[in-house]
C-alpha cells in the first residue's frame, strides 16, 4: 500500500570543523513503521535498525559521506532517501542534500543555530512579560 503522507524526519546537527560534523537524525513517524539508516563512509558502511519514531545521536559524518534511508510498513518500502553531506551547503543551511529517493521529508537545522533562536525567543517573551506587568501596574 503506497503511504500518501511523506514520512518526515528532522537531522539536527553541529559542525565540528569544516567538513565534519555530529547528527542526531529523528523520524516522525509512528512505532509500527521500520526504518533502516546506512552511513555509508570512507571506511566502510554501517547500518542502524530503528522503530518508526526512534533516534539514533551521535553519527559522526564528514563530506561527501552518504546516509541511505529505508522505510517499510508490513514489509513494503513506503519511502527512501539517499542523502550526501555537502559542507559547502551548510552555509545555507543544509547539512545533507538529497540525491534520490521517495516520499522522505527531512528537516534539517544546526543544533547552535536552533539554541540561539530558543534564546531569543524567549527573551522576546520574558521582555513582553515584563511590559504586561508593568502595564497592570500602572
Excluded: C
Excluded at 500500500?1 to 514520512?7: A, I, K, S, V
Excluded at 530558543?118 to 511590559?131: A, C, I, M, N
Amino acid at each position: 500500500m503506497f503511504e500518501t503522507m511523506p514520512l518526515l524526519m528532522t537531522a539536527t546537527y553541529v559542525m565540528m570543523d569544516d567538513y565534519h560534523a555530529s547528527v542526531r537524525i529523528k523520524s516522525h513517524a509512528d512505532a509500527a513503521m521500520r526504518l533502516t539508516l546506512v552511513h555509508e563512509s570512507t571506511v566502510g558502511m554501517v547500518s542502524y535498525d530503528l522503530p518508526g519514531n526512534g533516534h539514533i545521536g551521535g553519527l559522526m559524518v564528514q563530506d561527501a559521506e552518504a546516509l541511505i534511508i529505508v522505510a517499510r510498513r508490513q514489509g513494503a518500502i513506503v519511502a527512501t532517501q539517499v542523502l550526501e553531506m555537502d559542507a559547502s551547503q551548510v552555509a545555507i543551511g543544509y547539512l545533507f542534500v538529497p540525491r534520490g529517493g521517495f516520499n522522505v521529508l527531512l528537516e534539517q537545522r544546526d543544533a547552535l543555530l536552533a539554541l540561539d533562536d530558543l534564546r531569543e525567543r524567549e527573551e522576546v517573551r520574558t521582555q513582553e512579560s515584563v511590559k504586561q506587568a508593568w502595564s497592570v501596574l500602572r
